[in-house]
T-cell receptor, first 114, second 117 residues
Framework: AQSVTQPDIHITVSEGASLELRCNYS??????LFWYVQSPGQGLQLLLK??????LVQGIKGFEAEFKRSQSSFNLRKPSVHWSDAAEYFC????????????FGPGTRLSVLP | DTGVSQNPRHKITKRGQNVTFRCDPI?????LYWYRQTLGQGPEFLTY????????KSRLLSDRFSAERPKGSFSTLEIQRTEQGDSAMYLC???????????????FGNGTRLTVT
């Protein structure tokens, strides 16, 4: 079945530590890939997006993500986490060329220790 | 860019009542989406408009749910005879015209949180 998985429900890191959030997808072809962040009580904000080209893509707020076709993964990383990064992170895919069919993963909640 | 606006932010209603939510997308965005998000889950697609035309509806959208976008600008989502299982965050998103998904990422509003008692 086609799906987007985020294996980690909740991750806790210390401020200043590095971060990696995992995302795997299960589709026949390489989809369009996105990461969104949601702060409590807020809507989702786009962090970065990817379809082709350089497999390491830079986003806002110091985040980056790496696409690995062999692993069907699109993991989100940040070298040094700030307390304000505490939020829910969602990986999403679009499998149609018209961009209307966004499918979201279940999310990973990030907590940051001072 | 004033962002996607949703009203109300919170709605508490009794089971069996009807509720209506409003979404005002970013002005130049011709695509509008409704999603539902329950606690601990990612957003689930409900329906999609391109201009005033409703082009796709999820099987999650039961007969009690109806969405409109009469003039291709704001949209409303109505839930009739609400049930406790309808309690969720209802998110609206819009996107601009473009050549594909990378040109047209979703811009989300802050959502309407519905509680059915």
């Amino acid at each position: 079945a086609q799906s987007v998985t985020q294996p980690d429900i909740h991750i806790t890191v210390s401020e200043g530590a590095s971060l990696e959030l995992r995302c795997n997808y299960s589709y026949g072809a390489t989809p369009y890939l996105f990461w969104y962040v949601q702060s409590p009580g807020q809507g989702l904000q786009l962090l970065l997006k990817y379809f082709s080209g350089d497999t390491l893509v830079q986003g806002i707020k110091g985040f980056e993500a790496e696409f690995k076709r062999s692993q069907s993964s699109f993991n989100l990383r940040k070298p040094s986490v700030h307390w304000s990064d505490a939020a829910e992170y969602f990986c999403a895919v679009v499998i149609d060329n018209y961009g209307q069919n966004f499918v979201f993963g279940p999310g990973t909640r990030l907590s940051v220790l001072p | 860019d004033t962002g996607v606006s949703q009203n109300p932010r919170h709605k508490i209603t009794k089971r069996g009542q009807n509720v209506t939510f409003r979404c005002d997308p970013i002005s130049e965005h011709n695509r509008l989406y409704w999603y539902r998000q329950t606690l601990g889950q990612g957003p689930e697609f409900l329906t999609y408009f391109q201009n005033e035309a409703q082009l796709e509806k999820s099987r999650l959208l039961s007969d009690r749910f109806s969405a409109e976008r009469p003039k291709g600008s704001f949209s409303t989502l109505e839930i009739q005879r609400t049930e406790q299982g309808d309690s969720a965050m209802y998110l609206c998103a819009s996107s601009p015209p473009g050549q594909g998904p990378l040109d047209s990422p979703l811009h989300f509003g802050n959502g309407t949180r519905l509680t059915v008692t």
